[in-house]
């Protein structure tokens, strides 16, 4: 339901842009955000952005990661800028949104599958 692209290897001081698209059983979408986990640590939130735009970061990326979306295409963006070793992890995009699951029709959260994102010389 969720398909994320773009990741990969990239020398620090590099930039990648990831995307992720909902596919149409998600038929209403609310809040789309990125998450990342580290080998060894927990998932954190990334950055986040409401329907109308907002958005919200983590610290350690502010100023260097900037999300978008695009609600015609139900797509959600993170532009990755300055990577730094530190940003190495796998990437989940995640849909807050009304569709339809195994588990019935209704609001839900929804991940993606993953994508890595290496930052090394």
């Known amino acids: 339901q969720l398909q994320a692209s773009g990741g990969g290897l990239v020398q620090p001081g590099g930039s990648l842009r990831l995307s992720c698209a909902a596919s149409?059983?998600?038929?209403?979408?609310?809040?789309m955000g990125w998450y990342r986990q580290a080998p060894g640590k927990q998932r954190e939130l990334v950055a986040s952005?409401?329907?109308?735009?907002?958005?919200n970061y983590a610290d350690s990326v502010k100023g260097r990661f900037t999300i978008s979306r695009d609600n015609a295409m139900n797509t959600v963006y993170l532009q990755m800028n300055s990577l730094e070793s530190e940003d190495t992890a796998v990437y989940y995009c995640?849909?807050?949104?009304?569709?339809?699951?195994?588990?019935?029709?209704?609001?839900?959260?929804?991940w993606g599958q993953g994508t890595l994102v290496t930052v090394s010389s």
């Open positions: 995640n849909v807050y949104g009304y569709g339809t699951t195994a588990a019935g029709t209704g609001w839900s959260n929804y």
């Open positions: 952005i409401t329907r109308s735009g907002s958005a």
């Open positions: 149409g059983s998600i038929f209403m979408i609310n809040a």
